[in-house]
């Protein structure tokens, strides 16, 4: 059923009343049927009382006293609420019967030995009648009281009842339908404004958010947490704007020094050793874009959450002496000393893997700017179980230490144009430790280094 939001609101709503409605009416149309019938079956009682004190039993003799009540005008007349009576023996043959029956006679159950109640029509009126076995004085029966009382009244409000739901029911529900999908429609107007907003918030107009419904309620809720989406798509659409321009800058200097070495390369014959330093340049340029978009691609996978972790146990000392043997080189070009006291005892848990990529991304931060001829030490904190990798370079501002970890971020333009690099090592280092459960965290004064410290989970 291809409905509208409101009309399936009012639907809903109406099949909910109308279920209750019924439900309602059949339980007063009961209660009205039951208490009918009990009022009428009452009467006969009363009247069968009445009969049965000018009764009595004589062997199988039933002797009837003369009662004046019987000469009342309801046992004479068979036309407004008359009460019909008749008195039979054991045989079955009428030894009295009300003159209001006339010739007719009452419907009976012989050999009945409890009172019973039951309808039958009567000159094509409806009689509710009560049949009551007689008793002698030996408890045996020896014959049948049949009394009935119409019961027009009470058909009558029974199908005035019954007339109430055929001919109210459809129109109260009718009227309901339609009351309840103007009130739908009232209630989700504030719905149809939230998706005309919506629908018209694209990348040019990324800032506009969802007007806030009057009421604190659950679409006051709804959008305030789709203003809150807003919030978070705008801020990531702009650091992805941010970082596609970041890398557009990164990648249009090594192009332009590799267009620009071409380029002087053609213009005259040169000597051989001239092309070998121009191509070395070029193959330098060409590293470095390999580099930055390693780097990018291996971040996309980070935040994705495809890359598995792998946990072992790892002993410091010797993971650190490996690192060491592949950055000598380095370390020897800049003439700076890698000292560790790590204890042969240090261990943690993490991915090996990670756990290189880390460390190996601040030693190269060290590297990059340490001071000539200076040290990066590496320290092991028991108590704490945290690994601080330091270094002697000119340290960062306060302001700049914030901003350490965020992509493209060089501490400054003058470290920029001395130190070659992406700024992307330190986003990829606060990656990785977030996936592990490790703390990172960075502490410097300018002139004085800057400290890495990883605290990693016990």
Request: aromatic share 8%.
């Amino acid at each position: 059923m291809n409905l509208r939001f409101k009309n399936r609101i009012a639907l809903f709503n109406t099949l909910a009343v109308a279920i209750t409605t019924l439900l309602v009416f059949l339980v007063v149309y009961a209660v009205v049927y039951f208490t009918a019938y009990s009022h009428l079956d009452s009467d006969i009682r009363q009247e069968k009382d009445e009969v049965f004190r000018n009764l009595h039993g004589q062997g199988d003799s039933i002797i009837i006293n003369a009662m004046p009540e019987w000469e009342e005008n309801e046992h004479k007349q068979a036309e407004v609420n008359p009460t019909f009576l008749q008195i039979l023996d054991k045989q079955g043959r009428i030894l009295f019967r009300s003159a209001n029956l006339q010739k007719d006679h009452l419907l009976y159950e012989p050999d009945l030995s409890a009172e019973k109640f039951f309808n039958i029509q009567f000159n094509s009126k409806r009689i509710r009648q009560g049949q009551f076995p007689i008793f002698n004085e030996q408890k045996q029966i020896i014959g049948q009281l049949n009394i009935g009382i119409s019961q027009v009244e009470s058909a009558l409000v029974l199908y005035n009842l019954r007339m109430t739901l055929y001919i109210a029911f459809p129109l109260l529900l009718l009227v309901l339908y339609f009351a309840t999908s103007l009130a739908a429609s009232k209630g989700i107007a504030p719905v149809n404004q939230l998706i005309q907003t919506a629908g018209r918030i694209n990348d040019s107009s990324i800032s506009t958010r969802l007007p806030l419904p009057e009421h604190r309620d659950e679409l006051y809720r709804l959008a305030t947490t789709i203003n809150d989406l807003l919030n978070r798509i705008e801020s990531s659409f702009r650091r992805e704007k941010q970082i596609t321009a970041d890398v557009s800058h990164e990648l249009r200097t090594p192009l332009a020094a590799i267009r620009g070495t071409l380029e002087v390369l053609i213009r005259k014959q040169r000597e051989p050793h001239q092309y070998e330093e121009k191509i070395g340049q070029v193959i330098r340029e060409v590293d470095r874009m390999h580099q930055l978009l390693e780097q990018l691609l291996q971040l996309a996978r980070l935040e994705a959450g495809s890359v598995p972790v792998h946990r072992e146990a790892i002993r410091l000392a010797p993971f650190l002496q490996s690192l060491q043997d592949k950055w000598q080189t380095r370390l020897d070009e800049k003439q700076i000393r890698l000292l560790s006291s790590i204890p042969e005892d240090a261990c943690v848990t993490a991915d090996s893997a990670f756990l290189e990529l880390i460390v190996g991304n601040l030693i190269d931060n060290a590297l990059k700017y340490g001071t000539p001829g200076g040290t990066i030490l590496c320290n092991w904190d028991a108590h704490t179980h945290s690994l601080t990798v330091s270094d002697d370079g000119p340290g960062v501002s306060d302001e700049q230490l914030s901003l350490l970890f965020n992509r493209f971020y060089r501490a400054d333009s003058s470290r920029n144009s001395r130190v070659q690099g992406t700024g992307l090592g330190l986003s990829i280092v606060k990656k990785l430790t977030d996936l592990q459960g490790i703390t990172i965290h960075a502490d410097s004064r300018e002139g004085e280094g800057i400290a890495f410290t990883l605290r990693f989970p016990f």
